[in-house]
């Protein structure tokens, strides 16, 4: 099977959840490929798309939310979303791509290849197989001016939000969202430990704000740094992301009991090393988090499709969310201490979450391929 993902870099969690599938195609021997579709036109459009959306997201939040309010207020009116205009511009660059690359599938973890893939479908241009995978647990503005021939959700419970948008139910799946292979591994954490050098005797905070280091981050790591400045047995380990203001300002403060990490390519080894997640969330590291099975809190979200995120997580007993202070740090810290408490949510998220969506995803992609 020839196989091709498309996706964008608007946030890391779609790239991760693409990665996630080329990953299980690769290893089951098909040809797979994974492209920005956008670089076909020009590497300055991609790159600029994506370092608009995140200057947004990781500067500015409350306009990132106000531009979402108005993408669900315009999903009411009876006719296309400018988003889905835009895309029309990219029909004949993809038709060419096609002439000259076979694929039987096309499959995006991104809202913008599915919106190109169906204006080109809707000029009568042939395309392979189309398969949509969400990677935010709540059907985002747009996603029903799609027309793709299947759509992964994260969930059952979230079918009918995705069918009282507009997609048809026979079109839903809900397989989840795919992580690689690497977050549902078994490994225990003393050896995890080991291998990152880490103290058997600490307990450790993972601290991130996304690929990004969005989510008001900044001013969470302070509130946290102060609470547990006095509890020597927790160190907090702080991953940035492409953040690079906020890893040099960290770097700078050179405080004890704390390691700054810049970009990470081993987050499931940390998350397996860790006793408490602290994040914003993200649609793809929460479910990548809830795989590994360590406890989650959720700082605020940037406003948006990370509100469903953390109201479905914390609904469903898989983290414990909302604005850092000294009230929630301290349940964050009984959290840690409490084997109880961390088994419980462990457990929810073992139950609501499947660690193996990207194999049902590619089981999924070779059964329409037949």
């Known amino acids: 099977m020839d196989a091709l993902i498309l996706s964008c ?13 080329l990953e299980e195609m690769k290893k089951r021997g098909h040809h797979a490929k994974m492209l920005n579709p956008y670089m076909l036109k020009s590497n300055r459009l991609s790159n600029g798309i994506d370092r608009t959306y995140i200057a947004t997201a990781r500067n500015t939040p409350k306009a990132f939310g106000a531009i979402y309010r108005i993408g669900n207020s315009y999903r009411r ?7 889905y205009f835009v895309n ?30 169906t204006n080109m479908k809707r000029h009568g241009i042939s395309i392979p197989k189309t398969i949509f995978v969400a990677t935010d647990y709540v059907c985002i503005p747009f996603t029903e001016e799609t ?5 992964i959700i994260p969930a059952k419970d979230l079918t009918e939000d995705f069918i009282k948008r507009g997609l048809p139910k026979e079109k839903l799946y809900p397989f989840g969202i795919p992580t690689r292979n690497c977050f549902a591994a078994n490994e225990p954490r003393r050896e995890v430990k080991k291998r990152l050098r880490l103290a058997m005797e600490k307990k450790y905070i993972l601290i991130a704000g996304g690929s ?25 380990i702080i991953v940035c992301g492409s953040n690079q203001n ?35 969330p993200g649609g793809l590291s929460s479910t990548e988090a809830a795989v590994c099975g360590i406890p989650i809190l959720h700082t605020s979200p940037i406003p948006g499709c990370e ?3 953390a109201d479905y997580f914390s609904k469903h007993g898989m983290s414990i969310s909302g604005e850092i202070t000294e009230e929630l740090l301290h349940i964050a810290e009984e959290l840690i201490r409490n084997e ?28 329409i391929c037949r």
């Open 9 to 21: 870099g608007t946030g890391g969690g779609h790239n991760s959840a693409g990665k996630a599938i």
């Open 77 to 83: 009116l009876p006719f296309h979303s400018p988003v």
């Open 88 to 117: 029309r511009g990219m029909d004949k660059i993809m038709q060419e791509y096609f002439t000259e690359h076979h694929f039987d599938v096309v499959i995006m973890p991104h809202l913008f290849p599915a919106e190109i893939m």
């Open 147 to 151: 027309e793709c021939d299947a759509y």
């Open 212 to 236: 990004m280091g969005g989510g008001n981050i900044e001013n969470a790591i302070s509130k946290i740094q102060y609470y547990f400045s006095s509890r020597k047995d927790i160190e907090l």
């Open 246 to 280: 906020l890893f040099q300002k960290l770097k700078e403060q050179n405080n004890a009991g704390i390691t700054v990490i810049g970009q990470c390519d081993d987050m499931s080894s940390y998350m397996k090393a860790c006793d408490l997640f602290i994040t914003k």
């Open 307 to 309: 509100s469903y995120n």
């Open 340 to 367: 109880s408490m961390r088994t419980e949510m462990i457990a929810c998220q073992k139950k609501f979450i499947n660690p193996y969506a990207a194999v049902n995803v590619c089981d999924f992609a070779e059964k």
